[in-house]
């Protein structure tokens, strides 16, 4: 895979994500039944279109942490292995969010159990992929050479892992914030993996300007 490729990726991950988060709103389980059923009653084909691009965000997530992962630690096989593991976890579980809400789109005036168990699903599959994006962040902060990227990548795995947990207890207050942190980090590390500036830079002593010329004999010339 042509790693600049790759590294674009990431762009084309958070354009695709962006336009699926306007193109509708998931109602949680805090919703009222009917309301729900309403919802995916009215807006089917909004929904199943959303989750198609849902879905093809999640193919270039993987696109993406599959090429960053050499550039986060080129000197480790180990690191290049972990990177690739948690970043193909967040798009399998990215993936999986999108059975739920397609399986409510298309089914037939579902039941009120239905209806119930599918956003219950919905906000399950949610929580597992903000756990899966905490787990890729504290690869990123394991195995990054660049103190900036370790900071950046903390925090966001700290919020993403607030996040996994409040959103099982049905929890709003990081529903903006966290997905926010996450979709800050991609093209960051993106801009920084193309310019070149992920890995550790080598420690390159000055050479001091005396040892860069001969030096002269300090003996007087001696004619004969």
Sequence with gaps: MNGRLARWSGFAFVVLLLLQAGMADIPTLDTPIDRIQRF????????????IVSVAASI?????????????????VAATARVRLTGALVAIA???????P?????????SDSTAHTLTRAADVTDAVLFAAIALFSLELFRDAARRWLKVLSVVVAALSLARAVL??????ALDVIGPLAFLAL???VSVAAIRE??????DVSPT????????????????T
């Excluded at 959103?167 to 709003?172: D, F, H, K, L, S």
């Design 102 to 110: 397609i399986s409510l789109a298309l089914a037939s005036a579902p």
């Design 197 to 202: 500036r992920l890995a550790a830079q080598a």
């Design 186 to 188: 991609v093209p960051v």
């Design 60 to 76: 270039f997530f993987f696109l993406f942490a599959w090429g960053l992962a050499r550039d986060v630690n080129p000197e480790s």
């Design 208 to 223: 001091p300007p005396d040892a860069a010329s001969p030096q002269r004999s300090s003996s007087p010339d001696v004619e």
């Design 167 to 172: 959103g099982v207890a049905e929890v709003t």
């Design 94 to 100: 990215s993936l999986a969010t999108a059975i739920p």
């Design 40 to 51: 995916y009653a009215s807006h089917g084909r909004t929904i199943v279109a959303a989750q």
